[in-house]
């Protein structure tokens, strides 16, 4: 049982580390760079232990996309905001 949860924790490890690096290319606007790191990863295999590890990092990657994706519509949202505000006070 002890090799089975040190087994799975290093799993954890090195899938939140392939997620680290893939999100560094996501958040540079590297499209290109990072579809192909994702599909030539060696977790991306037909194995059927690795596919797991593709599974979690996909969740992940998701959860991570819709956390930022969240806080950059606010942003841009306040920015408009910023904008009419200035717009209004430059216009009196």
Known sequence: ???FFSLLFGQLIICLSHFLF???HFMAGKW???FFRLCTSSFFSLSLFN??????????FLLYHSLTSKSLVLTSFESV???EYWAELLSD
């Open 1 to 3: 049982m002890h090799k």
């Open 22 to 24: 893939l999100s560094f």
């Open 32 to 34: 290109k760079t990072f």
């Open 51 to 60: 596919f797991a590890h593709y599974q979690s990092l996909l969740c992940l």
């Open 81 to 83: 905001k910023e904008k």
